[in-house]
Every structure is written in C-alpha cells, then in structure tokens.
C-alpha cells in the first residue's frame, strides 16, 4: 500500500465532500488514487491529478478514472 501524500492529504482536508467519499472507499481504491498521483512525472500533472481525484470523489467515483490500476500490487490485490 502507498502512503498518503501531503500534497493529497491536504486537497482532502479542505474539501469535505472529497474527505467523506475517500473515508468511504476501500484502502484498495484510496491506494489506487494515491499511486495515479503519486505516478505522475511532472508537477503539474500531479497538481491536476490531486484536483481530479478530489472532482472525481465528489463525482462518486471510487477509482481514478481511466487509469489501469496500481502496476505494484499483485492481480491478487495484495502489495
């Protein structure tokens, strides 16, 4: 599992709406989040993946979209 980043912590802390739906994903998709913005190679793209997972948590999705998922977790799930 990835650690939640600072940068991703705080988009989440000051938007309540982002910070309840991430409290009700599994740690599975929080990690799926974390690792789409932590694989991000240029800062701007990590501030604009930071801001879509924020859009798109208030949108209700419970993935990031468009993305094929953690390339470092095994098929079974696990780290």
């Not at 989040?33 to 208030?58: G, P």
């Given at each position: 599992m990835?650690?939640?980043?600072?940068?991703?912590?705080?988009?989440?802390?000051?938007?309540?709406?982002?910070?309840?739906?991430?409290c009700?994903?599994?740690p599975?998709?929080?990690?799926?989040?974390?690792?789409?913005?932590?694989?991000?190679?240029?800062?701007?793209?990590?501030?604009?993946?930071?801001?879509?997972?924020?859009?798109?948590?208030?949108?209700?999705?419970?993935?990031?979209?468009?993305?094929?998922?953690?390339?470092?977790?095994?098929?079974?799930?696990?780290?």
């Amino acid at each position: 599992m990835h650690k939640l980043p600072k940068d991703l912590r705080q988009a989440l802390l000051v938007n309540d709406v982002a910070r309840e739906r991430w409290c009700d994903i599994t740690p599975l998709a929080r990690n799926e989040f974390i690792c789409w913005v932590e694989d991000a190679k240029q800062d701007v793209t990590r501030a604009r993946r930071i801001r879509r997972t924020q859009e798109e948590l208030e949108d209700g999705l419970r993935r990031p979209c468009c993305w094929p998922g953690c390339a470092h977790r095994e098929r079974t799930g696990k780290p």
